[in-house]
């Protein structure tokens, strides 16, 4: 069975730091996405950056960058220079190739912006 | 262009009452999608469709009924509502050109008394 794991309930990062949060995956598929999504204190959930499992460089989005290890099977964020507005909840996800695409999520990181 | 549209964003029901969560998109995405949030549990799938006409379960479908009624809207149905339905619902839909990422609707939050 799929199964994503984020072991970092909390985390705190000083302004304009960078922070990584984690999260492990599990799948016997060798086609997946991985998917970070970004839950601010207001409640909606906002896509942040993909990576294909077969996709050879790290995804970058701007601040923002998926540090893929496929043999390890983690795919962790990376923020670079933290703003106050990071602060919010980030849910790492993987999309499985079956029928509707579907998405398991993993349970989240809190991250905290200190200025 | 709204993107993903949920009614409504707040509702109080007393235990055993029934009532159906509205999910539309404009995007023209063929799949869509139900989660409920709760705290400590990320996201978990209630229901998916992944296209127009079918439907499937996901992860926690009891006490839930869900209908594709066009490409754009995707309901949620609770029959007898239980305490143990308290939730935030997200609706979600996607589409290829995205890699199947998801555009969320904002959420509805849910209180069964």
């Known amino acids: 069975a799929q199964k994503i794991t984020q072991t970092q309930p909390g985390m705190f990062v000083q302004e304009k730091e960078a922070v990584t949060l984690d999260c492990t995956y599990d799948?016997?598929?060798?086609?997946?996405?991985l998917f970070w999504y970004k839950q601010p204190s207001s409640g909606e959930m906002i896509f942040l950056i993909y990576?294909?499992?077969?996709?050879?460089q790290n995804a970058t989005e701007g601040r923002y960058s998926l540090n893929f290890q496929k043999a390890r099977k983690s795919a962790n964020l990376v923020i670079s220079a933290s703003q106050l507005g990071d602060s919010a909840m980030y849910f790492c996800?993987?999309?499985?190739?079956?029928?509707?695409?579907?998405?398991?999520f993993g349970a989240g990181t809190r991250l905290f912006v200190k200025a | 262009n709204a993107g993903v549209t949920q009614t409504p964003k707040f509702q109080v029901l007393k235990t055993g009452q029934s009532m159906t969560l509205q999910c539309a998109q404009d995007?023209?995405?063929?799949?869509m999608y139900w989660y409920r949030q709760d705290p400590g549990m990320g996201l978990r799938l209630i229901y998916y469709?992944?296209?127009?006409?079918?439907?499937d379960k996901g992860e926690v479908p009891n006490g839930y009924n869900v209908s594709r009624l066009n490409k754009r809207e995707f309901s949620l149905r609770l029959e007898s509502a239980a305490p143990s339905q308290t939730s935030v619902y997200f609706c979600?839909?996607?589409?290829?050109?995205?890699?199947?990422?998801?555009?969320f609707g904002s959420g509805t939050r849910l209180t069964v008394v």
């Open positions: 799948t016997s598929d060798p086609s997946y996405g």
């Open positions: 469709s992944a296209s127009e006409g079918t439907t």
């Open positions: 996800a993987m999309r499985d190739n079956t029928g509707g695409f579907k998405t398991i």
């Open positions: 979600a839909s996607s589409t290829p050109r995205s890699n199947y990422g998801y555009t």
């Open positions: 990576q294909g499992s077969y996709d050879q």
């Open positions: 995007m023209n995405h063929n799949s």
